[in-house]
């Protein structure tokens, strides 16, 4: 029987657990679920986290909120970021392979097929890609989304079965919930415009996306009719608790 296919999105502030640094215990928590699932389920994960990964071991003699010396940051995270999967998940027996792509390569229909037929020998072949935008010459994840576009597109592109965004919430919270200050989370949507009117204009702390950027990765994945999941990935075990109903998050259908 075939696996079926997810592509897991992990933001900046899942990665650090909202901290200051990459955190270890959350790649190898997340390595472990990959591995418990490996027999079901392929993976493909579009990874934020090279400028965290950078500002654990550099400070750069420039102002970091300047665009091109984020993209320095990125340049000097990226294999510090690499290495911390590569050893976390070689341990639990599992493959990685780094793939940098830009907004720009989903627009080529030639470097479409190319990623398609690259990412899938990988799969095939048990490696987990690990995709990221190529920031050093790319500005749009680093100014806009926090790869929730780019995992969108990548989702659509390689034909998976769920797109699960890990984030900082429970998934999408009502309006009134929040506004009374006791957050309820949306389970299942079915129409995105009502979703959009319990939606904020919020954007994460060490990432640059927020819940508009996940509303408008949602939309691009409902076109092609891929299931999105954002779940809170803060949590310990937070795929598998997911795939068991275990836990509150939106499902979006």
Same mark, same amino acid.
């Given at each position: 029987?075939?696996?079926?296919?997810?592509?897991?999105?992990?933001?900046?502030?899942?990665?650090?657990?909202?901290?200051?640094?990459?955190?270890?215990?959350?790649?190898?928590?997340?390595?472990? #679920?990959?591995?418990?699932?490996?027999?079901?389920?392929? @993976?493909?994960?579009?990874?934020?986290?090279?400028? *965290?990964?950078?500002? #654990?071991?550099?400070?750069?003699?420039?102002?970091?909120?300047?665009?091109?010396?984020? #993209?320095?940051?990125?340049?000097?995270? #990226?294999?510090?970021?690499?290495?911390?999967?590569?050893?976390?998940?070689?341990?639990?027996?599992?493959?990685?392979? /780094?793939?940098?792509?830009?907004?720009?390569?989903?627009?080529?229909? /030639?470097?479409?097929? %190319?990623?398609?037929?690259?990412? %899938?020998?990988?799969?095939?072949?048990?490696?987990?890609?690990?995709?990221?935008?190529?920031?050093?010459?790319?500005?749009?994840?680093?100014? @806009?989304?926090?790869?929730?576009?780019?995992?969108?597109?990548?989702?659509?592109?390689?034909?998976?079965?769920?797109?699960?965004? *890990?984030?900082?919430?429970?998934?999408?919270?009502?309006?009134?919930?929040?506004?009374?200050?006791?957050?309820?989370?949306?389970?299942?949507?079915?129409?995105?415009?009502?979703?959009?009117?319990?939606?904020?204009?919020?954007?994460?702390?060490?990432?640059?996306?927020?819940? /508009?950027?996940?509303?408008?990765?949602?939309?691009?994945?409902?076109?092609?009719?891929?299931?999105?999941?954002?779940?809170?990935?803060?949590?310990?075990?937070?795929?598998?608790?997911?795939?068991?109903?275990?836990?509150? @998050?939106?499902?979006?259908?």
């Amino acid at each position: 029987m075939a696996k079926k296919r997810i592509l897991l999105k992990l933001g900046s502030n899942t990665l650090t657990k909202e901290t200051n640094h990459i955190s270890r215990g959350k790649i190898e928590d997340i390595g472990m #679920q990959i591995a418990a699932l490996n027999d079901e389920y392929e @993976f493909i994960i579009v990874s934020s986290g090279a400028i *965290a990964a950078a500002k #654990q071991f550099v400070k750069l003699d420039n102002n970091d909120k300047d665009v091109f010396v984020k #993209q320095a940051l990125a340049s000097i995270g #990226q294999p510090h970021l690499m290495r911390i999967y590569n050893e976390n998940f070689k341990d639990l027996g599992l493959n990685t392979s /780094q793939c940098l792509l830009s907004y720009s390569d989903f627009e080529k229909e /030639q470097t479409r097929k %190319n990623i398609v037929n690259t990412i %899938n020998v990988l799969v095939k072949n048990n490696y987990i890609p690990i995709i990221n935008e190529n920031d050093t010459v790319a500005t749009d994840e680093i100014k @806009f989304g926090d790869n929730d576009k780019l995992a969108a597109l990548a989702a659509v592109l390689l034909k998976v079965d769920i797109l699960i965004i *890990a984030t900082n919430t429970d998934g999408f919270y009502t309006k009134e919930s929040m506004d009374k200050g006791t957050p309820e989370t949306i389970l299942s949507v079915k129409e995105l415009k009502d979703l959009e009117k319990e939606i904020g204009d919020s954007k994460s702390s060490h990432g640059t996306g927020g819940m /508009q950027s996940k509303i408008e990765a949602v939309a691009i994945a409902k076109e092609a009719n891929i299931e999105t999941w954002i779940i809170n990935g803060l949590k310990d075990n937070f795929i598998l608790n997911a795939l068991k109903n275990e836990i509150a @998050f939106t499902k979006i259908v």
